[in-house]
Structure formats: C-alpha cells, structure tokens
C-alpha cells in the first residue's frame, strides 16, 4: 500500500496516509473489513467519512481534515463516486475520481479490477510456488479441472452431478453450482453455461466440510465451517449449506488452536 502512494504523498512517500473504504456496518463482510483494517493498522471509513476538496482526498477526524494517500476500497465499482458512477449511491465519496485522475490518491485495487480473484490460477498455484519460491507446496490443491482445456470440459459435462462448478471471475460464493446439490434443471442450466463459454468456468470436487455446533434461534444445531490458518472460521448459517462466504449467509466463529 505504501508502495502505490502518490509522489506528492502527505509526510513523505515512506509514511503516507492509508485507510480501508468499507459500505458500513450492514455489510455482510463488514467483520472482515475491520479485521483486516486493525491487522493492517490502518483506519476503516465509510463513504460519508472522507470528503474532496481541491482533488484531494481528506479523512474526517476529531482534530480536522488529515489528508488520504492511499484507499484498499471494499466497495464496488459503481457506488465509488456518485458523481462517476450511480448517482443515487450514499455508500462513497462524491468526487473521489476526480482526486484519482489528478494523482492525489491512490486506489487499491484500481477501477474495473481484482486482485488475484482468477480462479483458473488456483490450478497453477503449486508450479507458482515452486517457480518463485523453490519450495513445494505444504498443503496440497484441490483437484482443479480448467474448463476451457478440451479434456477438462469433457470430463466436468459428464461428471456434472459429481462437481462443484465456479465461474473463474465471481466471488463472495456467486454463480457456483454444487453438482450434488443441485437440481436436474440446475445441473441442465449449468451445463448450457459450460458449453457457451467454457473459459470461463472451473470443476472440483464436491469436499465434504467439517460441521460445528452453532447457535441458531436459540437452538444449536450443526453447521459447516472452513477452518483457515491465523483462527479464522466461515461458517454456513443455511441448514444444509456448504457455502461458506458471508456474502451468501455464512457467518464467522472464533477459534481456538489446540495442539
């Protein structure tokens, strides 16, 4: 973040201002948004939080207006800048393009992209890791088939009811089909998608999750959860539901590491 601040940067480009833009507490990956924010160190803010004046960005504080260099946003592109995109957004800063485009402030990541959201580059990361860091990988892939490779599409359409099928470019838990899971005119849907465009689809294998009890309207029940390193775990709040991201209902659970 430090390395994408502007030149004119307030204190210097080796200490410039950084803050995570979040849409606010009503957001279903807001608990994500403040971790990630005090693991960083730096402020979370909303929209109504920041204010342009003279194409620079300013954070509200109680001791005035100091002077943002840098913006990991968490907000899509179209609610950025009522004043680029949709006009009806209250979610971010009126004039925020303006400051980008003079080279005030820096966004991260940039209108119109992602970071490392491909998932057809999840087949590739153990030669990545081998290839930059000669080392081989601890924990092994899940078995990934590319859809635009001939053989990979052959075996995902005849496999259909066996896979998990995702699109290479959504995120948040959208567009995937659960082959198990799914409906004769869910898997018949998904199917038309793979031969319309099958670059743009990966298959796994459907992975059976762990289940934890979780409080659910006063009753516990269980659910399933994906454990990640650092003690933090996703878990589907949907009965029944291997679908993990808050985004689709999941939610999040503290974590204790025992040896």
């Known amino acids: 973040m430090r390395e994408i601040a502007p ?9 410039p201002e950084i803050v995570l833009l979040s849409p606010g507490t009503y957001n279903s ?4 948004h403040v971790f990630l924010a005090r693991e ?4 979370l803010v909303e929209g109504r939080d920041l204010v342009v004046e003279n194409d620079r960005v300013y954070m509200r504080t109680t001791s005035g207006l100091a002077r943002v260099d840098v913006i990991y946003r968490r907000i ?3 609610f950025l800048d009522p004043e680029a995109f949709r006009p009806e957004s209250a979610l971010g800063v009126p004039g925020l393009m303006r400051a980008y485009f003079a080279g005030n402030v820096a966004l991260a990541n940039a209108i119109g992209t992602g970071v490392a959201d491909d998932k057809a580059v999840y087949a590739y990361m153990p030669r990545i890791i081998r290839y930059y860091l000669s080392e081989d990988p601890v924990l092994e892939n899940v078995e990934t088939n590319i859809c635009r490779e001939g053989d990979a599409l052959r075996y995902t359409l005849d496999h259909l009811a066996e896979l998990v099928v995702k699109p290479v470019g959504e995120a948040g838990g959208y567009g995937i089909t659960i082959g198990p899971r799914a409906t004769r005119a869910e898997l018949d849907d998904c199917r038309a998608k793979l031969l319309d465009d099958p670059a743009n ?16 309207d006063g009753e516990v029940e269980p659910r399933h959860v994906d454990v990640l390193p650092g003690g933090l775990t996703r878990v589907a709040l949907r009965r029944g539901s291997l679908v993990v991201n808050s985004s689709q ?4 659970k503290d974590t204790w590491v025992l040896e």
């Open 29 to 32: 990956a807001y608990f994500e």
């Open 249 to 252: 209902g999941g939610g999040s």
């Open 76 to 78: 899509n592109d179209d």
């Open 201 to 216: 689809y990966i298959s796994q294998p459907c992975i059976s999750l762990s289940v934890s009890p979780t409080l659910i």
């Open 7 to 15: 030149e004119n940067a307030a204190g210097g480009s080796s200490d």
């Open 40 to 43: 960083m160190g730096v402020p």
